[in-house]
């Protein structure tokens, strides 16, 4: 299963993006879905997760600026991003999770955020 990301760009500090990824053939209630980036010259790392509808957990560095959701509209993941700050660039990564053999990634999408 091969996630497709989308939605990174470039904005100003203090802007807003959304993240897209599809997800298809993922049955979401078997699957904790996350966001992860990786910085520039960093090591990915973890950044939002639900692990079912309504139960979501952040990184400190975003929370209450991130949103993590599931789209109404099958097999999509948002991650809504406000209040953008010029250390949240990274290429973002969404993921999807059952167990060790059913890990799968997108392939990463760009934000960039200009100060």
């Known amino acids: 299963v091969q996630l497709q990301a989308s939605g990174g760009g470039v904005v100003q500090a203090g802007g807003s993006l959304r993240l897209s990824c599809l997800a298809p053939g993922i049955r979401f209630s078997f699957y904790r879905l996350s966001w992860y980036r990786q910085r520039p010259g960093a090591q990915r790392e973890w950044v939002a997760r639900s692990r079912s509808g309504r139960d979501t957990e952040y990184a400190d560095s975003v929370e209450g600026r991130f949103t993590i959701s599931r789209g109404s509209a099958k097999f999509m993941i948002y991650l809504q991003m406000d209040n953008l700050k010029p250390e949240d660039t990274a290429v973002y990564y969404c993921?999807?999770?059952?167990?060790?053999?059913?890990?799968?990634w997108g392939q990463g999408t760009l934000v960039t955020v200009s100060s």
């Open positions: 993921n999807a999770r059952a167990s060790s053999s059913e890990d799968y």
